[in-house]
């Protein structure tokens, strides 16, 4: 399991923007999102960089 930390998610649309973009690159993928912490989950993704790199397109910080 991955867990990111993101900024810039404040709303159910930017959970949504980051679901879809996570499961891009990793189809079938479980996200787990927490809007109070910016913590992000993924369950069923090997590719780290390639998460992150998602989110980052969609528009929201990932932090090392």
């Not at 930390?5 to 499961?23: I, L, Y």
Request: net charge negative; aromatic share 2%.
């Amino acid at each position: 399991m991955l867990s990111l930390q993101v900024e810039g998610m404040s709303c159910g649309h930017c959970v949504k923007a980051v679901t879809e973009a996570v499961q891009e690159v990793a189809p079938g993928a479980k996200v787990d999102i927490d809007l109070t912490t910016g913590k992000v989950q993924v369950d069923g993704a090997n590719d780290a960089a390639a998460v992150s790199h998602a989110i980052t397109e969609a528009g929201y910080t990932v932090k090392a």
